[in-house]
C-alpha cells in the first residue's frame, strides 16, 4: 500500500554537460539553480529527494545551497551512464515504496505536476509505474513503486531503463496535466535559452 511517508524522489545530474558547457544542476531557474529548485519540489511532495552528481560533484556540491529534506549522493562512475546514476539513486531511497526520477535536464516542471502524480499515486496504490501525460504524449518525470524500482537496479550496464519501464503497458498508468514541461528538455544554451523564454515567468 502506498502511504504519504513512503515516497522519495531521485534528480539525475551526473553527467558531463559537454553540450551545455557548464554544469546542468547550477544554471539558474527563477532564481535558484535548477538541482536545488528540482529537489525542493520534490521534498514538498515527496518529502525527501536524493540530487546524483558524478562529472564535477566536488565543484557542483560546493555551489549547490543546501535543500532541507534533500541530500546528495555521488555516482562513482558517472561515464557508465544515466542508468548508473539512477541506481545510486535507487539505493539511496531503498526505503521509500514510491520513487520519483526526473533528469535535471527538465527544469521547468511545475510543481503541481508532481502533486497530481503523488494524488494519483496515492488514490490508485496498486500502480506500478505512473507518468504525467500532456496532449496524449507521456512525459517527466516517472513515479515507480519499489518492486520496479528493484528491476531498475538488476538492470545490467548494457540495458537502458525504458526495457523496464515500457515492459509492460499494463503496468503503466497516465494522470493528464497541463504542463507542456514534460517533454521539454534542455541539452545546449540554445535549448534552455528557449525554455527561458517559453516557461520562465
Known amino acids: 500500500m502506498n502511504t504519504p511517508s513512503s515516497l522519495s524522489a531521485v534528480i539525475l545530474a551526473g553527467g558531463a554537460s559537454t553540450r551545455m558547457g557548464a554544469p ?4 539558474r531557474w527563477r ?3 535548477v538541482a536545488a529548485r528540482l529537489a525542493r519540489i520534490f521534498v514538498e511532495a515527496a518529502g525527501e529527494a536524493c540530487i546524483v552528481l558524478g562529472h564535477g560533484s566536488v565543484a557542483i556540491q560546493a555551489e549547490l545551497p543546501a535543500v532541507r529534506g534533500a541530500r546528495v549522493v555521488v555516482n562513482p562512475e558517472p561515464e557508465r551512464g544515466m542508468l548508473s546514476s539512477l541506481q545510486c539513486g535507487l539505493r539511496a531511497a ?4 514510491g ?18 502524480m ?4 496515492y488514490r490508485a496504490p496498486w500502480t506500478r509505474i505512473l507518468a504525467p501525460r500532456h496532449g496524449g504524449r507521456r512525459g517527466h518525470p516517472v513515479l515507480v513503486s519499489r518492486c520496479v524500482a528493484e528491476e ?3 538492470l545490467g550496464p548494457a540495458c537502458a531503463v525504458h526495457t523496464v519501464i515500457r515492459a509492460g503497458e499494463e503496468r503503466l498508468r ?17 535549448s534552455f535559452a528557449a525554455l527561458e523564454r517559453e516557461f520562465s515567468r
Open 118 to 121: 503523488r494524488a494519483e499515486w
Open 99 to 116: 520513487v520519483f526520477f526526473l533528469p535535471v535536464d527538465y527544469p521547468a516542471i511545475d510543481s503541481r505536476t508532481i502533486a497530481a
Open 24 to 27: 546542468k544542476a547550477l544554471l
Open 152 to 154: 531498475l537496479l538488476r
Open 94 to 97: 531503498r526505503g521509500a515504496n
Open 174 to 190: 497516465y494522470v493528464d496535466v497541463d504542463d507542456a514541461a514534460i517533454h521539454r528538455d534542455a541539452d545546449d544554451p540554445e
Open 31 to 33: 532564481g535558484e539553480p
